[in-house]
């Protein structure tokens, strides 16, 4: 991950949001500076060497350092890991996002998990067995209480309640947690920097197996499939108790035998393998990720056709993410067919689909009946086996409309008035428009699921790709770089307006166009397109070429092409989002000293919690003014966040 200047002071901020200022101020060190020996922070940081190991060991905790031991020297250097530092801003949506597709009690336990780090799986249980035995204490004292005092209140009613009621419901979560890849294992190799992990696989394949080098073309692909195999094996060890797991049968196939309730169910299965509690586990941020971004083309699926449609692709995306363990491919293990198993493209049926297809979602809304004469049954049914990129059959099947009997002449396709012919069941309004009918109980579900389908299929943005018989998949790195031309296109509108929003689309579906071509195909007036165009220009959105006709360069002698570069401008827009994001979070910091005597007042424990009934009305209303801002400031770094995550992460 690259690191530029506006992240490198961000990452520090939201540390010190969470751990303090000791552990922030040596990750900022570090991020500046680079790789260090625990001598050389002890000079850039005028830290004492006590606490220095201190800050250390948090920052190590929660993953957000690489350290490696020289084995000749024996000294050991530390490195920032600048992703998991940003992911400190995610963690609520995480957390929200567990809670919707989870539960609570699932929340309650990944939220334990953010705190604590790495942890072993002993460390948890014991933390959660305190919390139990506290809850007994309580619920104990307030029984003994009710039946002193001779209240009519039963005993339930006032007996505190926890998500996580017992160590086997502790013990259950777990296991489902770590099958759906929430939760990964930590190893050795966990601690190491990708630099340093490639370096030690390349010389120890080259030691073991090409002692005389690497010779010719040949030799150096075998050298190259020999290094991403070693990789593989080290990425797959963080794999290796969602294996054993799976070894031993899946958490909803040992529900069905045992007849078990489901997923959410308040009874504690006892199917579920006793986890190794010396196993240390971590949340695998790159899963959460997944899950966030299935989300997000949810949400992008329904502001384009619809929120029941929308339903249908949300399980969809939900039976794919299953084996997507992370949202990009390695460079060095994931090329053509050197991949894991549970990497590779995956496909899902009908049948699948509709069996997970929640039965309170009613496929018969959202889709309008046509009839059969208006549907262009090879383009509603065409089954696309490669992606968009390598597709051979899309030409083919753009060519069949006129071989197979399509003409220009749509009287076949017309009723006695000019509109379009509908049989009983189609319905047509006066304009010729085709309105949604009534549906009955005739209509086929499966045929209804799959009608939802063809339109995602066919959608301009091809949400999903029918790849084969009643098979299904999705493309994710085109219709990601939608959603990333759709953000980018909100951010040039609010600059720059619609006219040059116009102008940019333009030059994207087109290429570089010569200035004096764009006010004819922009129907705009040529002062104003230039005008325009040098204002975005200034903005970064669009940039001239200039092709001179002969070697005097002068400017009637010289051709101007303007064009714009998506990918420059998502990187330009990247940038600006870390620093609007850092300004945030340093105007939450100035607040929070402008309001520090207020602030130190209300963290007594005779104020927390009855501010109001405490505090001077004055103190009272400076505190509540600073809590809006503080809800501003963290409402709109989340709302950046997103736009993080859409250019950058999914």
Known sequence: MNVTKSLAELCPLLIDEIYGELPSRIYSTLITRGRSTLSQLRHYTALTERQLRHGL????????????????????????????????????????????????????????????????????????????????????????DIMFDGAEVAPAANKPTLPVPSIAKLNNILCRLVETGLVEVVHVQTFASPE?????????????????????????????????????????ESTTLKRKLEES??????????????????????????????????????????????????????????????????????????????????PL????????????????????????????????????????????????????PNPPATDPVSA??????????GSDDDSDYEGPNGHPAADDSA??????????A????????????????????????????????EQWTVDFKPLIQHLKEAELDVVIEHTVGRQGLRLVRILRKRGKLEEKSLPTIALMKKPDVQTKMLEMQTAGFVDVQEVPRDPSRTANRTIFLWYTATDRCISQLLERTYTTMLRCLQRLHAERRKEK????????????????????????????AHLEAEKKLLGQVMRLDELVAVLRDY
């Open 249 to 330: 049968g899946s958490a909803a196939k040992r529900r069905k035998l045992l007849n078990g309730a489901g997923v959410n169910s308040e009874h504690e299965p006892e199917g579920d393998p006793v986890l190794d509690p010396r196993q240390v586990i971590r949340v695998n941020y790159d899963k959460c990720v997944v899950e966030l971004r299935n989300r997000r083309l949810v949400d992008f699926a329904a502001d384009r056709i619809g929120t029941h449609i929308s339903y249908v692709y949300g399980t969809v995306l939900k039976l794919l993410s299953k084996h997507i363990p992370r949202c990009h491919d390695d």
């Open 196 to 236: 340093d992990i490639f370096s030690d696989v390349s010389d120890r394949v080259m030691r073991n197996k090409f002692p005389g080098g690497v010779k010719g073309a040949k030799g150096k692909l075998e050298f190259d499939e020999a290094v991403a195999m070693e990789l593989r094996k080290i990425r797959r």
């Open 597 to 624: 005597d207020v602030l130190l007042l209300t963290k007594r424990t005779d104020v927390k919690g009855r501010e109001q009934e405490v505090m001077a009305e004055g103190y009272y209303q400076r505190f509540a």
């Open 438 to 469: 009534e549906t009955t109980h005739k209509e086929n579900r499966v045929d209804m699921l799959r009608q939802h389908l063809y339109l995602l299929a066919e959608s301009e943005l091809n949400f999903i790709r029918h790849c084969g018989e």
């Open 57 to 144: 060991a948090v920052l190590i905790q929660q993953n957000l350092l690489y350290f490696h031991t020289d084995s000749d020297t024996r000294t050991t250097t530390y490195e920032a890991n600048s992703r998991p530092a940003y992911n400190l801003v995610r963690t609520g949506k995480i957390l929200e996002m567990i809670e919707t597709s989870y539960g609570p009690a699932v929340k309650d336990v990944m939220q334990s998990l953010f705190i604590l780090g790495q942890t072993r799986i002993e460390d948890l249980k014991a933390a959660y067995k305190v919390r139990i035995r506290q809850q007994d204490e309580v619920a104990g004292a307030t029984e003994d």
């Open 396 to 405: 083919i099947l753009n060519g069949n409309n006129e071989e197979d009997g």
């Open 333 to 384: 293990m994931d090329v053509g067919e050197m991949r894991d198993e549970d990497t590779r493209p995956r496909v899902v049926t009908t049948n699948e689909i509709l069996n997970s297809l929640p039965t309170a979602v009613d496929v018969s809304q959202g889709v309008a009946k046509v009839s059969k004469n208006r549907i262009d049954i090879y383009s509603a049914t065409a089954v696309r």
């Open 427 to 436: 319905a047509v309004d006066g304009d010729g428009g085709v309105r949604f």
